[in-house]
């Protein structure tokens, strides 16, 4: 019993150091003078003496944390962080409930997208810098953070970093330390952040814009200044500089690490991954594109390439901007857009949805059960970037993707339960899951979740969290012999 005391401890921890995300918003308070400078102070200080609360009331169970307790300790973080992210929003936003705001954070903090807020264009720019920082502090994944944080307060983070960690291979380390690891992982995330800053700014953004869209962006998050999304913009050159960085943002960060380590660019001819992740992309790009022009959704190619390019890689890269209501295309673009959502992005990334490399090792066991059918006694091991995958994660894969769709077709069935249509429950669910954003229907681009009731508000919020934890480690605690000695 005590070692959850030792989880409390580490969450107390947790968010004292959450508690200083405050100050980007604060800065932008003063900069902007909105008016929401004594909110966001307030929320820091409540933050913070939460944090120390719990770090005092436990002080006595410090300790290593079992794999089992790391898990309870992703899960009470993922749930906790958004809860008190809410606090400046409840406080600025009248007419805000708690729902919404909940929903709200925990898009930004799973990087998902999904908001219910509307007049975007006129909220306090201290409040879309705190939304957009929450993408961003997601994106890498708050518990990566805290693997390089926790250990010089006393807490190891190996069983944080394996229980958050996207991917099938979770024990691949960069370096022979894990936090380490986490340092190296975080500063390649910074230093990319930064270019796509300058970059947007370049193309002609301010620098307001251009700080939140690229935290957007590298989160993979989709949240944006303006209802509108990118289309307010109405710029190919924008639009091009975040074709680029989502698509840099949607491959495995260890690859960018090795890559700037030996300043070779062979690293990305040898990641399976990202190779299958471009070509896929760049074909349905292009496939997308024909299919407009051929249905005369736009008057010629070009511009049918321009608007499929740019909203195809950001829901395939689980972005989630827009720049066109693609709702209103013929529904077979949307829907391979939301399909691709499902498995393009790269272990290591800041995607969502089962992973690229998860789609690969599926495929190749289907090709291996060929083989068996035709030769029972052939060995025939299974190959990706040639390395053996060992039995246990093509195993370990097959029970993921069940899973996933399982939970995808009881929360669809629970949204039309409730009440809502069978297209908008269905992207609504894919575009939680995945943390894409926006789905088809009412919660079209140009809509947004506003319009679900609690209920529904808070399936998709489940949604949400399920999809970043990546599943198992969410459903989990919910097994008895996750609570047996």
């Known amino acids: 019993m005590h070692r959850i005391f030792t989880v409390f401890h580490a969450l107390g921890l947790m968010l004292v150091v959450f508690s200083v995300a405050y100050l980007m918003p604060m800065a932008a308070s003063l900069i902007y003078d909105d008016g929401t400078l004594i909110h966001f102070s307030l929320a820091m200080v409540m933050t913070c003496a939460t944090g120390v609360l719990l770090w005092l009331l436990t002080r006595r169970y410090k300790g290593e944390l079992s794999i089992r307790h790391g898990y309870l300790l992703v899960i009470g973080m ?13 406080m600025v936003l009248n007419g805000l409930s708690f729902t919404g705001a909940y929903f ?13 807020l509307s007049g975007l264009d006129k909220l306090p720019p201290a409040i879309n810098i705190w939304r957009h920082e929450l993408h961003w502090l997601g994106g890498m994944g708050i518990i990566v953070l805290a693997v390089a944080v926790l250990p010089l307060l006393g807490v190891g983070g190996r069983q944080l970093f394996k229980a958050e960690t996207p991917g099938p291979m979770k024990d691949s380390a960069l370096t022979p330390r894990i936090t380490e690891t986490a340092r190296n992982l975080w500063l390649v995330y910074f230093a990319i952040t930064v270019a796509c800053i300058f970059s947007l700014k370049a193309a002609g953004m301010n620098w307001l814009d251009a ?52 300043k070779s660019l062979k690293l990305y001819l040898r990641d399976t991954e990202a190779i299958a992740t471009v070509i896929l992309i760049l074909a349905s790009c ?136 069978f297209t908008s429950s269905l992207s609504a669910i894919i575009g939680c899951i995945n943390n894409a954003g926006p789905g088809l229907g009412v919660v079209g681009p140009a809509s947004n979740f506003s319009v679900l009731t609690d209920f529904q508000t808070w399936v998709c919020t489940l949604a949400m969290l399920a999809g970043r934890l990546e599943i198992f480690t969410l459903l989990i605690i919910f097994s008895p012999h996750f609570w047996r000695r």
């Open 211 to 262: 700080i939140c869209h690229a935290f957007s962006t590298m989160g993979l998050g989709g949240f944006s200044t303006h209802d509108a999304s990118i289309g307010y913009f109405n710029s190919p050159a924008i639009e091009l500089v975040l074709i680029v960085f989502m698509l840099l943002a949607a491959m495995n960060f260890a690859t960018h690490f090795l890559a700037w380590r030996e």
């Open 78 to 90: 993922w749930t906790a962080m958004p809860a008190v992210a809410t606090l400046p929003l409840l």
């Open 104 to 116: 709200e954070t925990m898009s930004g903090i799973t990087t998902t997208g999904a908001t219910v």
């Open 286 to 421: 292009l496939g997308i594109a024909l299919f407009l022009w051929w249905k005369g959704v736009y008057p010629n190619f070009w511009v049918s390439l321009r608007h499929a390019s740019f909203n195809l890689v950001s829901i395939a890269t689980d972005c989630g901007f827009s720049s066109v209501d693609f709702n209103q295309w013929p529904i077979f673009a949307p829907m391979w857009m939301l399909f691709l959502s499902c498995i393009t992005a790269s272990s290591g990334s800041t995607g969502g949805g089962i992973k690229m490399i998860r789609t690969l090792i599926l495929f190749k066991q289907a090709g291996r059960e060929f083989v068996k059918l035709l030769h029972p006694a052939a060995v025939n091991p299974m190959k990706i970037g040639g390395q053996v995958v060992p039995n246990n994660i093509v195993f370990a894969v097959l029970g993921f993707i069940f899973m996933y769709f399982m939970t995808v077709t009881t929360l669809t069935f629970a949204l039309m339960a409730s009440g809502l249509d």
